[in-house]
């Protein structure tokens, strides 16, 4: 599978989302939903 984004920046968002799952207690999904809404992800409930 091949995903373009434009403009180019989104991968800041897996750079801040990967160092919140590498923590050994595991994510604070909280924390990835914040980092989420400031890249303009947003999930349904």
Same mark, same amino acid.
């Given at each position: 599978m091949l995903i373009?984004? @434009?403009p180019s920046?989104? #991968?800041a968002f897996f750079t801040r989302c @990967?160092? #919140?799952f590498a923590? $050994?207690?595991g $994510?604070?999904?909280q924390r990835i939903m914040e =980092?989420?809404?400031e890249h303009g =992800?947003?999930?349904a409930p």
């Open positions: 373009t984004t @434009a920046g989104f #991968e @990967a160092a #919140e923590n $050994p207690a $994510p604070d999904m =980092i989420s809404a =992800i947003h999930f």
